[in-house]
């Protein structure tokens, strides 16, 4: 597998994580450094997982949600670090129980800790 199936294949992990509001598995994934801007952060970079914990220990959703990246560029800067940047597409059931489909534009930063690619810093746009 090369590096760049590598860091896509451990990014979907990261969303599915995400999306099932798996508390665990985003954890293991992320550096406990982690950085990032985001929306909920108000324009203010944020340092480590406690923030993001709030929001996997929110209820959890009861529709199920698929998460797709799509026209995805990834950036090797070497054996240990790339950057990948897309367009994540989040598909679900509202209140109603009509499909939606949300849309944000993220870049992920990913680094090599002793073999094992850990996720040290995102940007996500607005949610649209």
């Known amino acids: 597998?090369?590096?760049?199936?590598?860091?896509?294949?451990?990014?979907?992990?990261?969303?599915?994580?995400?999306?099932?509001?798996?508390?665990?598995?985003y954890a293991e994934l992320c550096h406990p450094s982690l950085t990032c801007f985001e929306p909920e952060s108000r324009g203010q970079v944020v340092e480590?997982?406690?923030?993001?914990?709030?929001y996997f220990d929110l209820p959890a959703s009861k529709s199920k949600r698929l998460v797709t990246m799509t026209g995805v560029h990834v950036r090797v800067l070497g054996p240990?670090?790339?950057?990948?940047?897309?367009?994540?597409?989040?598909?679900?059931?509202?209140?109603?129980?009509?499909?939606?489909?949300?849309?944000?534009?993220?870049?992920?930063?990913?680094?090599?800790f002793d073999g094992k690619w850990q996720h040290v810093h995102f940007h996500r746009s607005s949610m649209a």
Do not use: C
């Open 80 to 112: 240990d670090a790339g950057v990948l940047s897309y367009v994540r597409l989040t598909q679900y059931l509202d209140g109603a129980g009509s499909p939606q489909t949300g849309r944000v534009e993220e870049t992920r930063v990913w680094q090599k």
């Open 1 to 25: 597998m090369s590096v760049e199936q590598e860091l896509i294949a451990v990014n979907q992990r990261l969303l599915d994580s995400i999306v099932n509001q798996d508390w665990a598995a």
């Open 48 to 54: 480590g997982l406690p923030f993001h914990q709030y």
